[in-house]
Structure formats: C-alpha cells, structure tokens
C-alpha cells in the first residue's frame, strides 16, 4: 500500500487528525518536507479550515519527490474550469505529482453555507468531471472547448485564459464516496476512489467493491485499474497508558459518525439501525454527553482501528492490505523517537 498522510503531522492528536493548537499555514511547506524525509508516498488536504489548493502550492514548493493531493476538495461550489485551472497548477508546480479528489458535500451545507441549489449529487459530479477533463483537452490538445450536459454548457476558451499544454496533463481524478451511486461513478470514470472512515472490511467487500465493478463494467474499464483508498479511523499511541486516553477520543468520534444519517449505510450493515436512529435523535436534542454510551466495544473495534505503535501496523495490513492501494496514516512526529517509530511503521505497511 502506498501511504499518505493529512499534515501537518507534527500538530495532530494521534489517529484523529485534529489539530491541538490553532493551525498555522506556514506549517505545511515544513511539514510536507518532514514527510517527504520521513518516507511517505504523500501528503493530503482536506477542505475544512483552508483553502487546500493554497496549501498544496506550499508543500509542492518545498518537496521533490512526494506525492501531492487533495484528500476532498469540494468540487460543486466551484465552477469546473476553476477546479481545472487549480489542478492545472499545481501539476505544473509539482513536475506531476498532484492528485485531484473531489467531493460533494450534503444537501444542508451546499445549500446553507454555499448557497447552491441542491441536485442530485453522482449525476452532477458525472457532469463535473466530464466539463473539467474537457477544458483539460482544450489546453493540452489545442483542441476547441466544448462540453454540454445538463449542468453545464461550456464552448469559450480564448487565449488570455488558456495556459497551454503541460509536461504531465493525466491529472488523476479521486472520488470521495461511500454509496452505492457514487462508488459507482468513480468505477465509470475515476482514477480512484477515497472512500470514509466509517467504511468498514465488511461494507468495503458487500458494498463497494461490487458498485465499483458495476461502474466500471458500465464504461469498459479494468475495475483493477481504480485505485481504492481508504482513511481510516484509527487511535493508537506508543504506550497502552496513552492508547487508553486516545481510545477515549476515537469512542466519540464514532459516536458523531453513528449519529449522522449519510454515514448510516456502514453502521446497519452491521446490524446496528435501530442504535443509529437512536443516536440521530441525540443528535437532533443535542445530548452530546449522551451519544458515546451508544458506542460498545465490539462497535468501536469494528469501525475503528486501535492498537499501540507496535501493533497498529499488523492490525490495519489484517483489515486492508488485500482491499486498499493507498492508505492515510498519521501519529504526532515531535521529536527523533516519534520519527524513528513512524518510519518502522510506515515500513510495515508498505
């Protein structure tokens, strides 16, 4: 498996990928040398609190080697040439090496944070795609532009905002998804697939594998060709003192993802409807202190993946190794000692 990691690795709470102080942005270029030096394949932005793209312009400055991508960048709220122009950059600025994950985000942010009118979403992030590889042709093969769908109508390229042809223009495209539509879609027309970290073993093989073989058939594709990448949810830690406090934290974690309804796919596979309808309408009361209580053992050992420094590796190659090509793992590199033991990690995993 090839191993990414969310930066910056020096600032984040063991498996959970939260910052422990206010993020500063001129920690990324750093941090995307330090992983570059401590062996990862590469380093992921998630949309949340910065502009990825930005980001990733950083570490791309700073590193030669490393792969480069954006985890979820949201692609709906933005226009596609403007994802394209985006993505077009920074391949250019890391000689290749970025790869493009798109996400669309729900109906309640698209609509009251973004204020975008809602539709459905694997049939929209079809139409993306197809507009975004198309002004991609456009600058590369010196080719008009023209793509027509139901969501957009694009035939206007002039050259003052045409930025040419590129050494490396095979953009890889990821698609963040976890139902049965969207697997889909990325095995019709995605480079890979990044899928939740609520998606367990047994949801992995009962559910995305066969929708990715049905999309893929769908276009005549090789469904080995995709690569399927996984985030999991993981708490580990180098002592079992240390694992227990950040256990803790997992518990709750898990508890937030049993309580939100898209995630609900994974938990009633597993037989556990009537719990996460139980914990939607904690959620819905705001009884937050209440919603961990729902989350037992064998739920946390099922969806989470937990185990001190010298065994977390051995457990996720158990649960992963045989379905994942590429798989995100970070621990908190603070001093040599952390540093030693991620690259023996990072060894066993690879």
Same mark, same amino acid.
């Given at each position: ?106 109906? +309640?942010?698209?609509?009251? /944070?973004? %204020?975008?009118?809602?539709? =459905?979403?694997?049939?929209? #992030?079809?139409?993306? &795609? @197809? ?81 990715? +073989?049905?999309?893929?058939? /769908?276009? %005549?594709?090789?469904?080995? =060709?995709?690569?399927?990448? #996984?985030?999991?949810? &993981? @708490? ?86 045989? /379905? ?27």
């Amino acid at each position: 498996m090839l191993v990414e990691s969310l930066l910056p690795l020096g600032k984040l709470d063991p498996g959970l990928r939260e910052p422990d102080r206010p993020l500063f942005i001129g920690d990324f270029a750093a941090g995307a040398r330090q992983a570059e030096e401590l062996g990862l394949g590469a380093v992921l932005v998630e949309e949340t609190k910065d502009d990825p793209f930005q980001l990733l312009a950083l570490g791309a400055s700073t590193t030669t080697a490393i792969g480069l991508g954006t985890s979820v960048a949201m692609a709906f709220p933005r226009s596609p040439t403007v994802t394209a122009m985006s993505a077009w950059s920074l391949q250019k600025l890391s000689g290749g090496r970025f790869v493009l994950g798109l996400g669309t985000q729900v109906r +309640a942010h698209m609509q009251r /944070r973004f %204020g975008i009118e809602w539709s =459905a979403p694997a049939p929209w #992030m079809r139409d993306y &795609i @197809g507009a975004m590889r198309a002004v991609w042709r456009c600058w590369q093969d010196r080719s008009p532009l023209s793509f027509e769908s139901e969501h957009y109508s694009l035939d206007l390229m002039v050259p003052l905002f045409d930025p040419g042809p590129i050494d490396h223009p095979n953009i890889p495209v990821h698609i963040a998804a976890i139902g049965p539509n969207m697997c889909a879609l990325a095995g019709e027309l995605g480079d890979g697939v990044r899928l939740h970290p609520v998606c367990t073993p047994a949801f992995i093989d009962q559910k995305v594998l066969p929708s990715l +073989a049905e999309g893929a058939a /769908r276009a %005549g594709r090789d469904v080995d =060709a995709i690569e399927l990448c #996984m985030k999991p949810l &993981i @708490g580990t830690a180098g002592t079992q003192g240390e694992l227990e406090r950040v256990t803790a934290t997992v518990r709750a974690r898990v508890a937030f993802y049993l309580s939100t309804p898209s995630y609900r796919r994974t938990f009633d596979l597993h037989g556990w409807h009537d719990i996460a309808r139980k914990a939607s309408q904690l959620s819905r009361e705001q009884r937050w202190d209440d919603l961990t209580g729902l989350v037992d053992d064998e739920m946390l050992h099922t969806v989470a993946t937990i185990g001190t420094y010298d065994e977390i590796a051995v457990k996720l190659n158990e649960r992963y190794a045989d /379905r994942v090509d590429r798989i995100e793992f970070s621990i908190p590199v603070r001093d040599e000692g952390d540093a030693e033991a991620y690259r023996s990690i990072l060894g066993d995993l690879a």
